[in-house]
């Protein structure tokens, strides 16, 4: 599967933006979808996992309660809604496809995107 991710770019601290990571070739609604992250000098961090059907979904701490993630499998899309944005959330974030449970862990991961750069101004 190819995943294009889309929709990165710069915002204040406390705004919003809306991330979405387009799949084309194999099933999409057949795997388990994840947001990682990587800040410049730092490793890549998991962020958010969505399950198959979209039933089970999964937030690291420190974007829990202001991201959102979803899917749309007639579309073969996954989304990130980033709200109250932080300068702190300040990285390129990968989509990436995997198991169909979803996981937290990139080893996992078969599949990923280029990324997309997100910058939070303070």
């Known amino acids: 599967v190819q995943l294009q991710a889309s929709g990165g770019g710069l915002a204040q601290a406390g705004g919003s933006l809306r991330l979405s990571c387009a799949a084309s070739?194999?099933?999409?609604?057949?795997?388990?979808m994840g947001w990682f992250r990587q800040a410049p000098g730092k490793e890549r961090e998991f962020v958010a996992v969505?399950?198959?059907?979209?039933?089970?979904?999964y937030y690291a701490d420190s974007v829990k309660g202001r991201f959102t993630i979803s899917r749309d499998n007639a579309k073969d899309t996954v989304f990130l809604q980033m709200n109250s944005l932080k300068p702190e959330d300040t990285a390129v974030y990968y989509c990436a496809a995997g198991p169909p449970s979803g996981s937290n862990w990139s080893n996992n991961y078969n599949y990923w995107g280029q990324g997309t750069l997100v910058t939070v101004s303070s």
């Open positions: 070739g194999r099933a999409f609604s057949s795997y388990g």
């Open positions: 969505i399950s198959w059907s979209g039933g089970s979904t």
